[in-house]
């Protein structure tokens, strides 16, 4: 009969205000996070450290996303000292209704990606600048669990400036597939990884 009652009390101060309060949700739902910090999670061996930071607004199913890297911090794949820095801004736009994880769902974004880095050209060695600017449409996939985040996205879009002769710019890539060559046509594919807070 002790162990009943203590349960039932420990039950009541659980529950019973939400009970009492009319309050419908359920006392297990998960916080609702609005802001995430992110890794993305490619970006060391492919020669930078990208962080972002990424906002839900308030009352809409969108969100802004700020992105930063250093180009030079990580695994120089093409061995050419490449030093600098990219940023990037997307406005998502969430397909789905989820009003439980603001962050959470299919969504589609726009965004523009500004790379500016030096590295060693591989015909001379030279240093030389590589200035290139891209206009993307991106389509991807958010998951939360609790804290945890994953984003996972693919797009392309147009792009202008000095291209690298590499083509790749540290959060975008130029055409040069099926021995075809493309400095306009931009592509842009990832996995950032994060927390919610």
């Not at 949700?25 to 802001?35: G, L, W």
């Not at 061996?45 to 839900?56: C, D, L, V």
């Not at 250093?70 to 695994?75: D, E, K, M, Q, R």
């Not at 206009?135 to 939360?144: D, F, N, S």
């Amino acid at each position: 009969m002790r162990r009943t009652i203590i349960l039932l009390t420990t039950i009541f101060l659980l529950f019973g205000n939400n009970v009492f309060a009319g309050n419908n949700e359920s006392p297990f739902q998960e916080k609702d996070y609005r802001n995430s910090l992110k890794i993305t999670f490619l970006s060391w061996i492919s020669g930078s450290t990208k962080i972002s930071y990424e906002r839900a607004f308030s009352n809409i199913r969108q969100s802004g996303e700020f992105c930063t890297s250093l180009i030079g911090a990580g695994h120089d794949k093409y061995d050419n000292d490449p030093r600098g820095f990219t940023m990037r801004y997307g406005h998502k736009f969430f397909l789905n209704e989820n009003t439980n994880k603001s962050l959470m769902g299919f969504y589609l974004r726009p965004e523009v990606v500004y790379s500016n880095y030096h590295y060693n050209r591989q015909s001379d060695g030279l240093r030389t600048l590589s200035n290139e600017t891209a206009l993307l449409g991106t389509i991807g996939y958010q998951y939360v669990h609790k804290r945890l985040l994953a984003d996972f996205w693919v797009g392309g879009g147009f792009a202008f400036g000095t291209p690298a002769e590499t083509f790749y710019h540290h959060g975008f890539e130029l055409w040069h597939f099926f021995n075809t060559v493309n400095t306009n046509i931009a592509l842009s594919f990832s996995i950032r990884v994060g927390i919610c807070f």
